[in-house]
């Protein structure tokens, strides 16, 4: 079986990494990928993911039998539905079921009309209306531009002046919700759908803010840690009852099915769940925390989700606890360089640590180089969630590159809970 991963992040990466496990792969290729993937996989930089054409063009040229879209502007841009036309299987959603994530307005409504907890919310496409919202309102609240924005289009504040400055913004190219701010505990689960049936996956949690103590701007995620430890069997069943039932049955009305990955982006209030988002696809970091938990044969799982078997797939976890820490450029999610030469990138037993490259390139001397602002994710595995914090963090403190950043304390405010 020959597949073609489309991304070329860590999330890619990790993904890439599991299919090079697999017993049933026969050729794997990855576009655009990166340093990481090139030692596993073969690498199609000219590949454009979004480019439907050139992805099914690529395709027949190298005889793929599936395609796993990793990103989710690939999705949103309708390269699943130009595979399917030609006969090319693919892991991932049509264009109109990707607008659960690529439509904050189009998932709020599609939550609202099918009963699923989420935070009261108000759709805004005029400035002159948006001021008038914002000075009306007391207390702090939640700004999501409705379109993508790779995990940094929210803002939570009290503070108007940051609010208007940010919204207005967005109200240049796109429309926004304005929602009710939850308190709580933020928790991911992941399914995995053969568009009839589907089976969840060990619940994760990220650390969204750029510092330490959830301080910063938003990112597209610092870290994450598999499975959550305070997250109960019992809340687990109202969240399935509540929200994943009501979900898959609402998409099955709406036409929304499909063959991959849907994610719960979920608030634990005191009052029970509240759905906050859905992604199409696995989170990053979520998925290099959660992928090295698999132990079944990565090839095989995304054969029985293509053949609609997943139902009866015998799913093996690891019960070890995985904690991700990212490793990020100075300034990011802000300005930052690019071509930073990696100093030191040291090797461990995968029994213990996994190292996933995002935003890497190999310059003409074979060596590599930073080209993005998220740049590393490392893994640490352990059979509780301190040991695994533990080897993270080893191994986080060899991965060196100039003004590189990490936060300290990724899982350490489930150390208590747990």
Known sequence: MKVLVLGGGAREHAITWSFS????????FVAPGNAGTSDIAENLPDIDPC???????????HE????FVGPEAPLAAGVVDALHAAGIKAIGPHKQAAMLE?????????????????????????????????????GKIVIKKSGLAAGKGVLESDDKEKLLAFGLDILKSDKLLIEEFLEGWEVTIFTL??????????????????????????????GAICPVPSLTSQMLDRIKKEIIE????????????????????????????K??????RFGDPEAQALIPLIQSDFGDLCEAIVMENIKSFPLKISKDTAI??????????????????????????????????????????????????????VVGLGADIITANKNAYVAAEEVYFKESFYRRDIGKKFFERG
């Open 21 to 28: 496990k697999s017993k049933s792969i026969t050729g794997l």
């Open 51 to 61: 480019n439907s054409e050139m992805v099914v063009a690529c395709c027949k040229q």
């Open 64 to 67: 793929i039998d599936f395609v």
């Open 102 to 138: 690529s439509s904050k307005a189009f998932s709020k409504n599609f939550m609202l009309k099918y009963n699923i907890p989420t935070a009261s919310a108000i759709e805004i496409d005029s400035p002159k209306e948006f001021e008038k919202e914002i000075n009306a309102r007391k």
């Open 193 to 222: 759908s053969d568009g009839k049936d589907y089976i969840i996956l060990p619940p994760c949690a990220d650390f969204k803010k750029a510092h330490d103590d959830d301080k910063g701007p938003n990112t597209g995620g610092m």
């Open 246 to 273: 009501p979900t898959f049955k609402g998409m099955e009305k709406e036409g929304l099915c499909y063959k991959g990955i849907i994610y719960f982006g979920l608030m634990i209030t005191t009052q029970g769940p």
């Open 275 to 280: 759905l906050l988002e859905y992604n199409v």
């Open 324 to 377: 991700c820490v990212v490793i990020a450029a100075g300034g990011y999610p802000g300005e930052y360089k690019k071509g930073a030469p990696v100093h030191y990138f040291p090797r461990f037993k995968e029994k213990y640590v996994v190292i996933f490259h995002a935003s890497t390139l190999l310059d003409e001397e074979n060596n590599i180089i930073t080209n993005g602002g998220r740049c590393f994710s």
